[in-house]
């Protein structure tokens, strides 16, 4: 989505800019260890990660998310490049190359 120019003029963004934070946040971090709810290093190329997910590492974990709270979700990405195993690109497998 283009921003239009009269928005955020040269002298930068009238409203919803970051000066609203320029002296730092202090917050609750909570993590949502997706690949762990599953028991896999990481999720699948196509894998969504759903409310009843959220919910269930909720659960697991025995916390409920506040508001205020920066949330964290961790999908397992970086393992999963890191993998030798084919990535999947544009819905069809490519090997790894080797450097």
């Not at 730092?24 to 762990?36: E, M």
């Not at 190329?45 to 709270?69: S, T």
Request: proline share 6%; charged share 35%.
């Amino acid at each position: 989505m283009a921003i239009r120019r009269a928005v955020i003029p040269n002298r930068g963004a009238g409203k919803d800019d970051v000066l609203g934070m320029k002296n730092g946040v202090f917050t609750r971090g909570v993590l949502f260890d997706i690949p762990k709810l599953k028991g896999v290093q990481f999720l699948g190329d196509n894998e969504a990660i759903y409310a009843k997910d959220l919910e269930a590492w909720e659960k697991k974990v025995g916390f409920k998310v506040e508001p205020g709270d920066a949330v964290l979700v961790r999908t397992g990405r970086w393992v999963r490049v890191r993998e030798p195993a084919p990535l999947r690109t544009k819905g069809r497998l490519e090997p790894r190359k080797q450097i």
